[in-house]
């Protein structure tokens, strides 16, 4: 993992590794190389109450990534996920 926010690297550490896939961290010496180009995280308010007091929120988390194989080659170009949640 390239670039990752501590707690994103953890995350998708323990994933990779719950799948039976061996976490390198090492970039010289792995097979594929995730690359987390760029990560946000928004606070959006989503409902309010008659005295507009915030009554909930969304928070949002996009993480732009893309998977480089032997010698840089793209094997997942750049793309993009996001996940929403309600607090």
Do not use: C, M, W
């Not at 928070?59 to 309600?86: C, M, N, W, Y």
């Amino acid at each position: 993992l390239e670039d990752a926010h501590r707690d994103t690297a953890a995350f998708l550490t323990t994933q990779l590794e719950g799948y039976g896939l061996r976490v390198n961290a090492n970039p010289a010496t792995a097979t594929y190389l995730i690359v987390l180009e760029q990560e946000t995280t928004q606070q959006q308010i989503s409902s309010i109450s008659s005295s507009t007091t915030p009554r909930q929120y969304q928070l949002v988390h996009t993480v732009r990534f893309k998977l480089l194989g032997a010698k840089g080659r793209d094997i997942i170009p750049p793309s993009t996920v996001r996940v929403t949640r309600l607090l």
